[in-house]
């Protein structure tokens, strides 16, 4: 659920509403949020801070923004979804510092699938077409742009991914 005031397919004070209906919902329910914005940071911040107490967690799906929009999620005590997107050289580079701001236990690796098929990836499918197993890539360009190993990024990323949707731990 979200706001995405960048394509605007639904009238903004719809979109506002039907998210406010959904956090709402999350809290009632207990449930975790995954927070779709586009173009949208300030006013997504302004909603969820009337919800942010009595969810029990919620991610920022996707995280494209800047320093600023970054810093404002993770003060509220947001997760951050990170996709292929920081793998396109054209677009995503401003991420490659600002992953080092997410603090482990925050941070969340995303595939997107279908969407956002990483531009580093080799050999790239034929059908152009995103899927999970490509999320190797993703873990890729984050450790490389945190310093840290494959091994340890993949491990702190998953248990925080299992927290945040309280599944069991693999034994």
């Not at 914005?37 to 009337?50: H, K, V």
């Not at 059908?127 to 993949?154: C, F, I, K, Q, S």
Request: charge should be negative; hydrophobic fraction near 40%; charged fraction near 30%.
């Amino acid at each position: 659920c979200g706001l995405d005031f960048n394509r605007d397919f639904s009238p903004r004070p719809q979109q506002e509403k039907v998210l406010e209906e959904h956090l709402a919902l999350a809290v009632e329910l207990q449930l975790p949020v995954f927070l779709h914005e586009r173009d949208a940071n300030q006013r997504l911040l302004d909603i969820l801070r009337d919800f942010r107490d009595r969810l029990p967690a919620a991610v920022v799906h996707c995280f494209t923004g800047e320093q600023k929009a970054l810093f404002s999620y993770l003060d509220l005590d947001l997760h951050i979804g990170i996709t292929g997107w920081i793998c396109d050289e054209r677009r995503g580079t401003h991420l490659h510092p600002l992953v080092r701001d997410i603090p482990r236990g925050r941070l969340m690796l995303e595939s997107d699938a279908p969407y956002l098929l990483p531009r580093s990836l080799r050999p790239k499918p034929k059908n152009g077409r995103n899927e999970p197993a490509y999320l190797t890539e993703v873990l890729r360009e984050v450790a490389l742009h945190r310093g840290e190993t494959l091994e340890d990024l993949a491990s702190h990323s998953t248990a925080c991914s299992r927290a945040f949707f309280r599944l069991p731990e693999i034994a």
